[in-house]
């Protein structure tokens, strides 16, 4: 192997070398064997490592390590070893850079022997999150100390995500700036496209909360690009976890989050992130456990874990845990960061520790947002209750009932005046659609094109991806049809027999006949965009997407004919107000206030 493939590399390339056994303990030798496999798999999970299969470090892994550096174009070496010492398993791992020869990590890890199978999680788990996080931060260190011209893909996007960490607005503005100079060398990396993202959405977080629709699309939009380069990318799936939440959201954002850990679930920052979103999701016992396996993971970890297991703790009911854990956490560029440290002072009745938190919190709230929106200036509680998106309305009701009393002010009213717009209904019945509109009702059958139009009208003006229309337990990753070349042919062939005989059923006013072709059609045309890859090979999330796309514009425009033909009014506001795509999104034509009943 020459070194062209390491050169081009995005990031450190890691060979595990087989873990060394004293003696001849055969039983020890397989549990090694087994280890060794675990932890090449679990670290080609982290999108920033490349790792060299362990069939050919095993040919050379008798030779010295610099030679075995050389053949294997291997940036780092990680060598082990394991022995029994009575009851107890002790495993010392290090990791060296081959370039110089020199020890950049080292850990010594002691469990006992009686639960070997969580014996074999817990050393993978360790191994592998410290030695990426510690292979991150060398490569960080080199990025660091040269200009920007000078360095790779990798490096650019790894500084590019550090600068983001400094939560301020000319911190976004550089790491999009790294990012950009990332893609314009590689177009096709996926993370950069992430780091973009990251940079819309800590924008909108941390400074400018009245642009959420504008900096939210940015960044959902990233994510997907990002999504459609690489779907195997945990971090991507987190970042539009997080968009669907702010959107309320939140089915989808549950679903993306499950996605992230199923990729990546040694990852100790993915961790803290989806602690967060599970306590916004109502499941802040769920959050606790990923915050405290990322501590575990990431022992030397940054203090703002600290910040998120105290607000999982105030959530799951410990409110002297939240106390005494936020207690261990630094200063936050978060503007309502005082005030969920004012949160569980207030519930455990210490009024003026709470008090001067929340004086914190309303002295940020009108230098970085009252003064941007002079009309919410002194409505620092609404501002706090509309921002952060908790799913369940005990858990807003909690923080009213602690929080109110330090604002001083009534109870906010949440909602918005929708003015003269028109009203109009889309409701689902037991046999189909409800439909009211300029004084018209209809009713329809029950159609899924519907299901997608109402998701897009509870959002207006809000683009959103065809994935995320679509759903998800019909694109479940690992669960896929798989069809061959020939099956494909023949689906595709019966969709346009249907298509040809739905559009003479139409014309003929045969609506039994019609209803029935529609219902194979659209059944087809699911299995087409479930049926992903060829002959068993690993789905591509492009043609996932593609196929989304044909199958959510196929079912919307057909349930807007189906509209047109019962109400002309309607399915003519429709045509001209839904767009679809690969984004589809409802811009009204005219102002109209939907009731959409669940």
């Excluded at 939440?245 to 989808?252: C, I, T, V």
């Excluded at 009911?317 to 005030?339: L, M, R, W």
């Excluded at 996932?544 to 044909?550: I, L, P």
Aim: hydrophobic share 45%; aromatic share 6%; glycine share 6%.
């Amino acid at each position: 192997m020459d070194g062209s493939w390491r050169a081009e590399a995005r990031g450190p390339v890691v060979a595990v070398l087989p873990l060394m056994v004293p003696g001849d303990d055969a039983e020890l030798a397989l549990l090694a064997e087994g280890l060794h496999e675990d932890i090449c798999s679990a670290l080609t999970r982290f999108r920033a490592l490349r790792v060299i299969s362990p069939h050919s470090v095993m040919a050379v892994a008798a030779l010295a390590e610099p030679e075995i550096g050389s053949k294997l174009s291997a940036s780092h070496l990680l060598r082990g070893r394991l022995r029994r010492e009575g009851e107890r398993l002790r495993l010392t791992a290090s990791l060296i850079a081959t370039a110089d020869a020199t020890q950049v990590w080292d850990e010594r890890i002691e469990l006992p022997l009686a639960e070997v199978s969580a014996l074999r999680d817990e050393v993978v788990a360790r191994v592998v999150s410290t030695l990426s996080a510690r292979l991150e931060e060398t490569a960080l260190a080199h990025a660091r100390r040269l200009p920007a011209a000078e360095l790779a893909v990798h490096e650019l996007t790894l500084r590019g995500l550090s600068v983001l960490r400094q939560g301020t607005l000319e911190a976004d503005a550089l790491a999009r700036e790294l990012f950009a100079q990332a893609l314009q060398r590689d177009p096709t990396h996926a993370r950069a496209h992430v780091g973009i993202s990251l940079s819309w959405f800590n924008e909108w977080s941390c400074q400018f909360w009245d642009r959420f629709e504008e900096t939210s699309r940015k960044a959902y939009v990233h994510a997907h690009h990002a999504l459609q380069l690489d779907d195997t990318d945990a971090m991507v799936h987190m970042v539009i976890a997080k968009v669907q939440l702010y959107r309320r959201e939140f089915e989808q954002a549950s679903w993306y989050v499950d996605r992230a850990l199923t990729l990546c679930p040694n990852d100790a920052d993915l961790l803290v992130q989806a602690a967060l979103c599970e306590v916004y999701l109502g499941r802040a016992d769920v959050g606790l456990r990923h915050i405290a396996r990322a501590m575990r993971l990431n022992p030397y970890h940054p203090s703002d874990y600290f910040g998120v297991a105290a607000i999982a703790h105030c959530f799951a009911g410990d409110v002297e845990a939240a106390i005494a854990t936020q207690q261990k956490c630094a200063a936050s560029p978060f503007v309502d960061s005082p005030a969920y440290r004012a949160l569980p002072l207030a519930l455990a009745g210490r009024t003026d520790e709470a008090r001067s938190e929340w004086s914190q919190f309303e002295v940020l709230f009108e230098q970085k947002i009252a003064s941007r929106s002079p009309e919410r200036t002194g409505e620092a509680l609404r501002w706090l209750l509309d921002v952060n998106p908790f799913r369940r309305q005990e858990d807003v009701d909690l923080q009213l009932r602690a929080l109110l009393p330090l604002a001083g002010s009534s109870p906010p009213q949440r909602g918005t005046d929708e003015g003269s717009a028109a009203s109009a209904l889309l409701a689902r019945t037991e046999g189909g659609w409800l439909v009211e509109f300029d004084g018209q009702r209809v009713t329809l059958p029950d159609l899924k094109g519907l299901v997608d139009i109402r998701r897009l009208l509870e959002r207006p003006d809000q683009e959103i991806h065809c994935l995320d229309l679509a759903e998800r337990s019909e694109t479940t990753y690992g669960a896929d049809d798989v069809l061959d070349d020939a099956a494909r042919a023949s689906i595709k062939s019966r969709i346009r027999e249907l298509q040809q005989e739905l559009a003479e059923a139409e014309d003929l006013n045969d609506t039994g006949r019609a209803e029935r072709v529609a219902a194979e059609l659209e059944r087809l045309m699911d299995d087409l965009s479930r049926a992903l890859g060829l002959g068993g090979k690993s789905r591509r999330l492009g043609d996932q997407g593609e196929r989304a796309r044909s199958a959510i514009t196929w079912r919307i425009r057909h349930a807007i004919r189906k509209v047109e033909a019962t109400h002309p009014t309607l399915g003519r506001h429709l045509e001209n107000s839904v767009r679809t795509g690969s984004f589809c999104v409802y811009r009204p034509e005219v102002m109209v206030s939907w009731a959409l009943p669940r």
